[in-house]
């Protein structure tokens, strides 16, 4: 089978590549870096910040990319693009789904305010809290963090800690005099995220010792604090991830 690419669709992919290459080397040289000091910072080659600055990111990992952006400080948007048109509505309606099991399970607990979408821009440090949800009898803030999916463990325990740290900043700005922070990352059930559970089990388990299933009585009486991580059913949002191939026609 031969390959065809179209020249014009090539040499855009190519335009791109030289500038994320072009990025990175500017910002190295304005933070008065070497390459060699870039390398040992992510953990990397010293090869490969050359390739990369060059644009050369064929074969490149993402993770790679990834250690090469937080050793520089930059911040690396990916977004994908599909000429469909309903990306945006596919990516959403499972995450929809997952943030309305959420909502509904505080319908049982008056006691708790929860907010959702909760954006915060603190110094440098920018984002969104899926879900902030106030306890004002014990003074205690909840951090709710709704994953569809596994991609990143590693990215997704930063994000969380991260959204910890501010959390109490981010309630007193809403008149929230919060005094305790806890945290519970809500997975929408599904059999590929249970096998990526199990494949991170004990670092997740150490980052989240809390089991999912303790957060209905931790609700219902918030003593202390809680870290924890658990499934949720969610409605199937989105068509299954494994397509068939089609029947072939009887003889």
Excluded at 30 to 59: C, F, N, P, T, W
Excluded at 93 to 110: D, N, T, Y
Aim: hydrophobic share 45%; charged share 30%; proline share 3%.
């Amino acid at each position: 089978m031969k390959l065809l690419v179209r020249p014009s669709i090539y040499g855009r992919e190519m335009d791109r590549d030289q500038r994320l290459g072009m990025a990175f080397r500017r910002v190295r040289l304005r933070r008065k870096l070497r390459q060699v000091d870039v390398a040992r910072a992510a953990g990397v080659s010293r090869s490969v910040i050359s390739l990369l600055e060059r644009g050369h990111v064929e074969g490149m990992s993402l993770g790679t990319i990834r250690k090469v952006c937080a050793a520089l400080d930059i911040r690396l948007d990916l977004v994908a693009r599909w000429r469909g048109g309903d990306l945006d509505r596919l990516l959403n309606a499972r995450h929809s789904a997952l943030h309305e099991a959420v909502a509904r399970l505080f319908e049982g607990f008056p006691s708790w305010t929860a907010v959702p979408e909760v954006s915060f821009a603190i110094y440098h440090e920018r984002g969104v809290i899926d879900i902030l949800a106030w306890h004002a009898a014990s003074r205690t803030i909840l951090v709710i963090e709704l994953k569809t999916e596994f991609v990143d463990v590693q990215e997704m325990t930063g994000s969380v800690d991260r959204k910890e740290r501010l959390a109490r900043r981010i309630a007193r700005e809403r008149g929230w005099p919060a005094e305790r922070v806890a945290v519970w990352v809500a997975v929408a059930d599904s059999r590929t995220n249970r096998r990526h559970l199990a494949a991170h089990r004990t670092m997740l388990r150490n980052a989240f010792p809390t089991d999912g299933r303790s957060i209905r009585s931790w609700l219902r009486r918030p003593t202390g604090t809680v870290r924890a991580l658990g499934f949720v059913g969610v409605a199937h949002a989105t068509p299954s991830r494994r397509v068939r191939a089609p029947r072939a026609a009887a003889a």
